[in-house]
Nanobody
Framework: QVQLVESGGGLVQPGDSLQLSCAASGRTSSAYGWAWFRQGPRKEREFIAATRRSGGSPQYAVSVRGRFTISVDNAKNTMYLQMNSLNVDDTGVYFC?????????????????WGQGTQVTVSS
């Protein structure tokens, strides 16, 4: 099993930046693919970004491309999401996820492990 714990959420203003962290523990060697999802108010959970812990080109949702950056520090078993130029549409609960498969995928049902989520609120 892999346990994931997110942190770094909070209340920010439009245009601000925020960095989320996702710390992994347990059998982290089995978690090859990592991703971030978010769920806004009255919305379904949506894909934000994904990468492999071994590296390679990450994938991003169109809505965050150029503003968000996903990265992994394998030495710390921690994944990050750097979020810049935040806007009100970025408000939601952000979840990190991991999967045993090697492919970078966007479907939430393809991820095996999930964190509990961290709230990000963008408001003026």
């Amino acid at each position: 099993q892999v346990q994931l714990v997110e942190s770094g959420g909070g209340l920010v203003q439009p245009g601000d930046s925020l960095q989320l962290s996702c710390a992994a523990s347990g059998r982290t060697s089995s978690a090859y693919g990592w991703a971030w999802f978010r769920q806004g108010p009255r919305k379904e959970r949506e894909f934000i970004a994904a990468t492999r812990r071994s590296g390679g080109s990450p994938q991003y949702a169109v809505s965050v491309r150029g503003r968000f950056t996903i990265s992994v520090d394998n030495a710390k078993n921690t994944m990050y999401l750097q979020m810049n130029s935040l806007n009100v549409d970025d408000t939601g609960v952000y979840f990190c996820a991991a999967r045993r498969g090697l492919s970078i995928v966007q479907g939430a049902d393809l991820y095996d492990y999930w964190g509990q989520g961290t709230q990000v609120t963008v408001s003026s």
